[in-house]
């Protein structure tokens, strides 16, 4: 009797525990993955932005201005991509209609980074808005 009884009493910590864990493994598998963003990052986004403006300059000067203007109109546009999964909405605030939600790594060009904490895109061929803390800049 005593062997059937500690038999059951290990079977239920066992169940308990395999519960235990896949609870725990659904979890991990379903948290929201945050990116801590302090202000020295954006400081390095900043002299990335003023790095470019500082190069277009120099490839102004060329033999003919018309070839030079395409080229400049393409360098300037920045490229970027989402450090996490983020909403893309329509206008610049956590309130606006979200458009789509995009996985990490998704690329996009980059109209403007804005003051306020957005960055303006180009997302399916019209200008949409990223919180600027969840996109990282490529120039790719």
């Given at each position: 009797m005593k062997?059937?009884?500690i038999n059951t009493i290990l079977l239920c910590i066992i169940t308990i525990m395999s519960i235990s864990i896949c609870f725990l493994i659904f979890c991990i598998v379903t948290r929201p993955r945050y990116?801590?963003?302090?202000e020295p990052?954006?400081?390095v986004i900043t002299e990335v932005v003023s790095i470019m403006e500082e190069t277009q300059p120099e490839e102004n000067p060329s033999p003919s201005s018309e070839a030079a203007q395409p080229e400049e109109d393409?360098?300037?546009?920045?490229?970027?991509?989402t450090s996490t999964r983020v909403n893309i909405r329509n206008a610049?605030?956590?309130?606006?209609?979200?458009?789509?939600?995009?996985?990490e790594g998704?690329?996009?060009?980059i109209v403007e980074?804005?003051?306020n904490?957005?960055?303006?895109?180009?997302y399916e061929g019209s200008e949409a808005y990223i919180s600027s803390s969840f996109v990282i800049i490529t120039n790719e």
């Open positions: 062997k059937t009884t990116v801590i963003v302090n990052e954006t400081a393409h360098t300037n546009m920045m490229h970027g991509k610049a605030s956590e309130d606006a209609k979200v458009l789509n939600t995009v996985d998704t690329t996009f060009d980074v804005q003051d904490g957005w960055t303006k895109i180009l």
